[in-house]
């Protein structure tokens, strides 16, 4: 198994796994608007959504990008190009300590 195929695996049997044990997950709502799907989805495969709130408070949108470009690259999140795109703008429209950087 590939190295990313294998990290893929066990980030996913880790996610199924710590069901409502994971402090606090169930409680995390994250703003209903475009993205929000696509970003639960993807981050929470790895770990937990208050990651989100903790972090939105020191970064911006380039921060967001250099974050989910590091979540592909270095630990292989299996997120294309579209959904990226779409997590990035709306963690810089929702979560962001500069709100008015979302273009």
């Known amino acids: ?15 199924l796994s ?6 606090g997950e169930e409680s995390i709502q994250l703003q209903d608007a ?13 770990h937990s959504l208050d990651y989100i709130e903790m972090n939105a408070v020191v ?3 380039a921060g967001w990008e250099k974050s989910v470009r590091k979540m592909i690259d270095r630990f292989g999140a299996p997120i294309g190009d579209d959904d990226a ?6 963690l810089a429209r929702h979560y962001s300590s500069s ?3 979302h273009d």
Do not use: F, N, W
């Open 85 to 90: 795109k779409r997590i990035v703008d709306y």
């Open 1 to 15: 198994m590939k190295h990313s195929t294998l990290h893929v695996v066990l980030c996913a049997c880790a996610a």
């Open 34 to 46: 475009p993205g929000r799907v696509e970003t639960a989805a993807s981050c929470a495969m790895c």
């Open 59 to 61: 970064l911006d949108r």
């Open 99 to 101: 709100p008015a950087q």
């Open 18 to 23: 710590a069901g409502p044990a994971r402090a």
